[in-house]
């Protein structure tokens, strides 16, 4: 494929994920077409005029990703930062200063970067992304210690108070949630794109540490665990294409609403695989319908 189209391709790709993300319903503790879940501030229209403020974003992560002519991969990372704090700012003033799409800024930038320089050159997506992203929670919290309390971000406050590295931590060892357990899950499931990817959504949630979870638990120690037993039995049922799981899932939104738990990082982590699912060609309109 000529590089100019292929970049495109990627960016595209990286839009349609978000905007599969938020379509799939019913999410636990996420905003859905049906519902805003424990997000009072937000609904599925927020997240579209989120998704479309990123498209010159995306475009330009795949072509950073499309020249990068170096083998010192953190350089390209460096290139991503700047682009990405202004990708921020666009992203909340197409909100009204809602973060809808903060994490997927952040994880969806790297991503669609190191899928264009992999692909054009052939190389491994995982190893491209470790390289780039060496020593970034080292790096990240080397000084968040001096930091005013008020200035903290809650992945900073996090690391300070449990020593959670979040999503820093999980993007270093190059998302191993996404790569050892949610696209092998995409890949195994069945029915349409709908169940298929409450399935993933559920094997991201029985597999990581969201620390939005976390936060808005007030840093419960033991809701990481309880979210994970959640999600298990909900596998175990057989998911979203048995009664069992489904009446399941229909629980754990409500739960999840009365406790005001949000399982925002999973949602991004989601976006990701859907991300890789659609440029490896597993998730394809023959499983769009209802
Ligand atoms: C490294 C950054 C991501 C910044 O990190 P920061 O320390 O600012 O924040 P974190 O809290 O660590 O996380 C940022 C967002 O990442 C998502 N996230 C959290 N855990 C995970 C995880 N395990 N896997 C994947 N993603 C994760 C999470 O986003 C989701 O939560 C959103 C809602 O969040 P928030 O508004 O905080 O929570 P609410 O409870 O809803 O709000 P309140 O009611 O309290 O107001 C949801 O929509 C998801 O998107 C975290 O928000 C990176 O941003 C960074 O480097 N920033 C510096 C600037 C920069 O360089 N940017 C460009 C990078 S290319
Ligand atoms: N559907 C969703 N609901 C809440 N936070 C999110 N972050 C990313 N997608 C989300």
Redesign the pocket.
């Known amino acids: 494929m000529e590089t100019t189209n292929q970049s495109a391709t990627i960016a595209n790709d990286a839009l349609r994920a978000l905007l599969f993300e938020v379509s799939v319903t019913p999410k636990p503790g996420l905003v859905d077409p049906a519902s805003q879940g424990p997000?009072p501030d937000m609904t599925v229209f927020t997240f579209i005029d989120s998704a479309l403020s990123l498209r010159t974003y995306f475009e330009q992560c795949a072509a950073a990703g499309t020249t990068f002519d170096d083998a010192n991969l953190p350089a390209l990372f460096a290139q991503?930062?700047p682009i990405?704090?202004a990708a921020?700012r666009a992203m909340f003033q197409a909100t009204n200063g809602v973060?809808?799409?903060?994490?997927?800024?952040?994880?969806l930038?790297?991503l669609v970067a190191a899928s264009a320089y992999s692909e054009r050159l052939g190389l491994d997506l995982e190893t491209t992304i470790k390289g780039m992203l060496k020593g970034l929670t080292t790096n990240d919290f080397a000084h968040v210690g001096d930091k005013p309390e008020a200035d903290l971000?809650?992945?900073?406050r996090l690391y300070l108070r449990y020593g959670i590295t979040?999503?820093?931590g999980?993007a270093e060892q190059g998302y191993p949630t996404v790569f050892a357990h949610a696209l092998p899950a995409l890949r195994q499931s069945s029915g349409t794109a709908n169940q298929r990817l409450l399935d993933t959504l559920m094997a991201i949630v029985a597999n990581?540490?969201?620390?939005?979870l976390v936060?808005?638990s007030g840093g419960d120690s033991h809701v990481v665990a309880w979210a994970h037993e959640q999600a298990n039995a909900y596998l175990a049922a057989g998911g979203s294409k048995t009664p069992t799981g489904w009446e399941k899932l229909l629980e754990l939104n409500r739960v999840f609403d009365d406790r005001n738990l949000?399982l925002?990082?999973s949602?991004?982590?989601l976006i990701l695989t859907i991300f890789l699912g659609l440029r490896e060609g597993v998730l394809t309109n023959d499983s769009f319908n209802f």
Do not use: C, M, P, Y
């Not at 973060?99 to 994880?107: D, I, P, Q, R």
């Not at 971000?153 to 900073?156: K, L, N, P, V």
């Open positions: 997000h991503l930062r990405g704090i921020e973060n809808t799409h903060k994490g997927a800024v952040f994880s930038g790297i971000t809650a992945g900073e979040g999503i820093r999980e990581s540490v969201d620390t939005n936060k808005r949000s925002g990082g949602a991004d982590l």
